[in-house]
C-alpha cells in the first residue's frame, strides 16, 4: 500500500498542556509511515519544539488560537508542518544558543535543535509555519 500524499492531521489548542498530544500524533505517524526507531526521536523531539513554540511565542497562549500541525510522506520523506496564528518572527536572525554569552539563557536552543535533528527546516508565513523533513535512511 502507497502511502504517498496520505497526510494526517491535528489541531491543538494553545494550552501547555495541549502538548501531551504530539506524542499520540508522532506515534500514529511512525504506525503509518513505518518511521524506523532512530528516526522516531528526532521527530518527536523537533514536532515538540515547534508546537510549544507556537503555543508560546505565536499564539501567545491565548485559548481562542490553535496550532495546526499535518504529516505526510513523499517517497522515502517524512514532512511535518506546524503552525501557529501569530504574527511570526525574524527566524533569519535568531542569537547563536551555542554562543558562550547564550549559553546560560533558559531559552532559544528549540530551533537550533530542529535544524541539527531535521534534515530539512524552512519556515514560510512570516515565521508562523514551520516545515521539516525527515529522510528515511533505508
Do not use: W
Amino acid at each position: 500500500m502507497s502511502l504517498i500524499g496520505k497526510e494526517f492531521q491535528l489541531s491543538i489548542p494553545s494550552d501547555a498542556n495541549s502538548i501531551a498530544e504530539v506524542e499520540s500524533f508522532v506515534d500514529q505517524l511512525r504506525g503509518e509511515f513505518e518511521i524506523p526507531d532512530e528516526l522516531y526521536g528526532n521527530i518527536l523531539i523537533c514536532l515538540t519544539e515547534a508546537v510549544n513554540n507556537c503555543i508560546m511565542h505565536g499564539n501567545k497562549y491565548d485559548p481562542s488560537k490553535t496550532v495546526k500541525v499535518s504529516g505526510t510522506k513523499d517517497g522515502a520523506v517524512i514532512i511535518i508542518t506546524a503552525a501557529d496564528e501569530g504574527e511570526g518572527f525574524d527566524y533569519e536572525n535568531l542569537p547563536d544558543p551555542t554562543a558562550p554569552e547564550n549559553l546560560h539563557k533558559s531559552t532559544g536552543r528549540g530551533v537550533f535543535l530542529m535544524k541539527q535533528l531535521s534534515d530539512y527546516l524552512k519556515y514560510s508565513n512570516g515565521g508562523a509555519t514551520v516545515e521539516m523533513r525527515f529522510k528515511i535512511l533505508s
